[in-house]
């Protein structure tokens, strides 16, 4: 018997048209684009799936609430109306919304690094690891070595490693350790979740360490679902009891909202301890707004307010999750690779191991990327060596962990025709694949490269 997937639990109340330019006219875009996807404009791509971030479609309710919004400067019902669902969902003290998760970063991680050396994370995202090197310490990964082999069906590939951690610790010495951040999920390892036991424990090393832990949260909703699906005794638990256990075991969080609170823009940032509280206040007004908007329009918060319940939601993660799940049996079944098992907001194709004759300096995810706009209208994006760049000192290429092609779903956005049709396109790109060529940069700026370079097929 095969299995069902969990279906769309809503139905289509609005449509926005989209269409599929001819293979010639796809060819001649991506060659003006540069080849590079981040040029290319969104009226000529058929199914985005470049990021799951801000791109997720609002509900009806959601819609009610952004005309509900209340604009004031200070004290907005709305502002009000959120500070009551994520104070709900998260039972922290203080909690600031901010525009988004890199504007939580900037506010918070300089407090945290002040005086000190190093945050250290089971993987910081980029916009993360920036924030922690703008605020003058070092970024350092900690994920356990399941996560390196992409074949590994290991259920929680998200994880710290700590007994590394409890090593690091004692070499760095934890007085110069501002911070221990664990991101749920681990988008950079493929979105792949970390355990509760995994949680309590980097928890408790850092309790008894004084290093404070930091949650990052942009797709913990996700993480939840994962661990009551994956992991022993929490089967019959809610996702909000998992919630809250988990951010119990943070002294702090930043939380992108783009993601799992399904709004077009937001974030948050949550505090236990007063005094750091006010510092984040103070600096929220000099960066974002005042306390009570952070950055965001009335009706923002509001949508955000509505969002989070909404992404709580165990059917709407079911199916969620599920998309993912399937495009990743069909892969399975054309023997295309990819980070197994599927994670939550993307799946993450072995490029290095799907084109094994395009070398890491030829960029084999960025081609298998190109490819898939030539064959459908799909855009993705590399998460490798292209993306990683060059070593500063030396300007010498550098070689990324994993070459994967991301595949980022929005949420509540595409069908599962739509889902069909990625699978076709990567399967009759594998027919072809001894063809498909490495690229060469032919313009680069010296940091974040792949947002603006441009490349030449080789
Ligand atoms: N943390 C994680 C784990 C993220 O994935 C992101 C964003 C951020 C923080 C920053 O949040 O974009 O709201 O400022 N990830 C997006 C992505 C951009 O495509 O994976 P932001």
């Known amino acids: 018997m095969s299995t069902i997937y969990f279906p769309e639990p809503f139905r289509i109340k609005s449509v926005e048209p989209i269409k599929m330019l001819t293979k010639e ?38 819609w009610a609430g952004v005309l509900e919004g209340d604009e004031a400067y200070a004290g907005s019902k709305s502002y009000r109306a959120l500070i009551k669902s994520a104070t709900e969902i998260f039972d922290f003290d203080y909690i600031q919304p901010v525009h988004q998760g890199r504007a939580a970063e900037k506010i918070l991680l300089p407090i945290l690094l002040k005086n000190k050396k190093y945050a250290i994370s089971n993987m910081h995202f980029d916009t993360t690891r920036a924030h922690v090197e703008i605020a003058g310490a070092r970024a350092i990964d900690c994920v356990v070595a399941e996560a390196l082999d992409t074949t590994s069906p290991y259920d929680f590939k998200g994880n710290m490693d700590n007994a590394r951690l409890v090593e690091l610790i004692k070499e760095l010495g934890s007085e110069n350790i501002g911070t221990i951040i664990i991101t749920i999920t681990n988008n950079s390892a493929g979105g792949q979740p970390v355990s509760m036991a995994n949680i309590k424990e980097t928890s408790s090393i850092a309790k008894k ?18 661990i009551k699906e994956r992991e022993a005794n929490y089967n019959k638990k809610s996702i909000a009891e998992i919630v809250k256990e988990m951010f119990a ?71 969620r999750i599920g998309q993912i799940e399937y495009l990743g049996a069909k892969l399975d079944k054309a023997g295309i690779p990819y980070q197994k098992p599927t994670g939550g907001h993307a799946l993450f194709v072995d490029a290095g ?90 313009e680069e700026p010296p940091i974040l490269r792949h947002f603006t370079a441009k490349l030449k097929p080789i």
């Open 353 to 442: 191991k799907f084109l094994p004759h395009i070398p890491y300096n030829e960029f084999p995810a960025q081609a298998l990327i190109i490819e898939l706009y030539i064959e459908a209208g799909i855009r993705g994006c590399d998460i490798g060596s292209y993306m990683l760049g060059n070593n500063p000192d030396t300007g010498e290429q550098l070689k990324a962990e994993f070459e994967f092609a991301r595949l980022a779903v929005p949420r509540r956005v595409y069908t599962q025709a739509h889902l069909d049709v990625i699978a076709q396109a990567l399967i009759n790109i594998k027919a072809r694949v001894n063809t498909i060529k490495g690229y060469k940069i032919t």
């Open 25 to 62: 006219e796809r060819i001649k875009k991506i060659k003006e684009a540069d080849y590079n996807v981040f040029n290319l404009d969104s009226e000529d791509v058929y199914i985005d799936l470049l990021t799951d971030s801000g791109t997720g479609a609002m509900s009806t309710t959601q």
């Open 209 to 226: 360490h004084k290093i404070p832990v930091l949650i990052d949260a942009a797709r913990c909703f996700e993480n939840a679902y994962f």
């Open 249 to 319: 075991c943070g002294d702090f969080f930043t939380m992108s909202a783009k993601k799992d609170a399904i709004v077009n823009m937001g974030g948050l940032v949550g505090v236990r301890d007063k005094k750091v509280a006010e510092l984040v206040k103070q600096r929220c007004i000099s960066f974002e707004g005042f306390v009570s908007y952070g950055g965001l329009s009335g009706r923002d918060l509001e949508a955000l307010a509505i969002g989070l319940k909404e992404g709580l939601d165990e059917n709407y993660l079911q199916y």
